[in-house]
């Protein structure tokens, strides 16, 4: 029964290596390997993240609005000015010779406070605009570090399994000898050979997860390379207040509805209008045109069912961007919570690591010399082994962990690598 099993698992194993070497080599095909570069950093590679960004766009249609509400709060004028030209006859009507010319130019005039409302409203769009695209880099950079430290954690993956293939190879053709010399069974041949082919296929696993990490990486940031190094050193102490990159656009918004508010409050009402005119006329049975000019004012008043729908929906406005607002703030200090605590349980779990990976690599030394000499089988060797490269694999995970989860804390403090 147990050599049945052992044939069996044989099968399954050499069926999944063929598999994933199938997968593997179509990807090989699609995406070169990305190179280390020593002269590459992660600050230097976000210039090119950010520019790859897909909502650069909103970026450039930003700075438009902000350069039309400076040019509307420096304009002469509150608004266009208007020509209204008219021609009156009695043609049609009591027919005694009556023409009338006129043209009229209006011209608004600015409410009392009203230019100083929108300029405030345009410093605030622009400065709003900056945080933004502030906000915009810094997000740049998490999705930066994300990719790069998933390179790392796969590429550790990759050459532990490659190893762990390398070591089941060595312990296979080391029992191969021993059976031929009589020492061993042929169904100890059969499990090293098993466990080569499960080394093997994990390893092909591996080496596909790496390449997909690899190709995120160069979509995000369109480079082939990668830094050699991607270590930070840990920020201070964050601070979830107004001037956080992730917080500054929304404080932002928050101020300039206000303003928006206060604009609204001063132009409850329209614009007053200043008319100029001229009028060149004949009246019934004269034979002299006669010409004339004039001046009038039009001053609209205020109403409710103009201000109140305005006002209304100024209000509504700057709710929605406190609410925003504040969201963001339990977001951001709920991301800062979680980033000091992994740092910490990492580092804890890491000296923890580091001894049991010692115990672990003196037990498998220990073991291989009890094969060599007969005292204990093989399924106790591998077994040991395993729980060996086991140990080392997170040893290595906790040691990139812990420089990713450093990364992570810096993200949320706000810092660029």
Not at 323 to 340: C, D, I
Request: with cysteine.
């Amino acid at each position: 029964m147990k050599l049945y099993s052992s044939v069996f698992s044989l099968r399954i194993a050499s069926a999944l290596l063929l598999m994933f070497a199938c997968v593997c080599a179509h990807a090989e095909e699609e995406l070169e390997r990305l190179q280390s570069d020593s002269a590459l950093t992660l600050g230097g590679v976000l210039q090119a993240t950010f520019e790859r960004d897909p909502r650069q766009p909103l970026l450039q249609a930003g700075a438009g609005a902000v350069a039309a509400r400076d040019k509307h709060a420096s304009a002469l004028l509150p608004g266009a000015p208007a020509v209204n030209l008219n021609h009156q006859t009695d043609v049609i009507g009591s027919g005694r010779n009556l023409r009338e010319w006129g043209a009229t130019l209006e011209f608004p005039v600015w409410l009392p406070g009203q230019k100083t409302a929108r300029e405030a409203v345009a410093r605030e769009a622009r400065s709003g605009l900056d945080a933004g695209r502030a906000g915009l880099l810094l997000d740049a950079a998490g999705r930066l570090r994300e990719a790069f430290w998933d390179v790392a954690m796969s590429r550790n993956a990759a050459e532990l399994a490659a190893r762990r293939a390398q070591t089941a190879l060595a312990l296979e053709q080391d029992v191969e000898r021993r059976q031929q010399a009589g020492e061993l069974a042929k169904t100890d041949v059969m499990l090293a050979k098993n466990e080569t082919l499960q080394a093997q296929a994990a390893q092909l696993r591996a080496e596909a997860e790496l390449k997909h990490a690899e190709h995120r990486w160069w979509m995000l940031t369109g480079l082939k390379s990668i830094p050699m190094q991607g270590d930070e050193k840990q920020a201070g102490e964050a601070q979830a207040d107004d001037n956080h990159p992730l917080l500054a656009p929304s404080a932002r918004r928050v101020a300039l509805m206000r303003e928006e508010r206060n604009l609204v409050k001063v132009e409850r009402r329209e614009n007053p209008q200043l008319l100029l005119s001229a009028r060149h006329d004949r009246g019934a049975f004269d034979n002299a045109f006669d010409n004339s000019v004039g001046v009038a004012v039009r001053i609209p008043l205020d109403a409710e069912v103009r201000s109140a729908p305005m006002m209304a929906r100024a209000e509504m406005d700057l709710a929605q961007a406190l609410t925003e607002h504040e969201q963001r703030r339990l977001e951001l200090l709920t991301a800062m919570h979680e980033a000091e605590h992994n740092l910490e349980v990492t580092r804890r779990e890491l000296v923890l690591v580091e001894e049991q990976n010692s115990l672990a690599q003196e037990n498998l030394n220990l073991a291989r010399k009890a094969f060599t000499l007969g005292e204990t089988d093989l399924v106790h060797l591998m077994r040991v082994q395993a729980l060996a490269f086991e140990a080392e694999r997170a040893l290595q995970n906790s040691r990139i962990q812990l420089q990713w989860d450093i990364a992570r804390y810096n993200q949320a403090a706000g810092v660029l690598p």
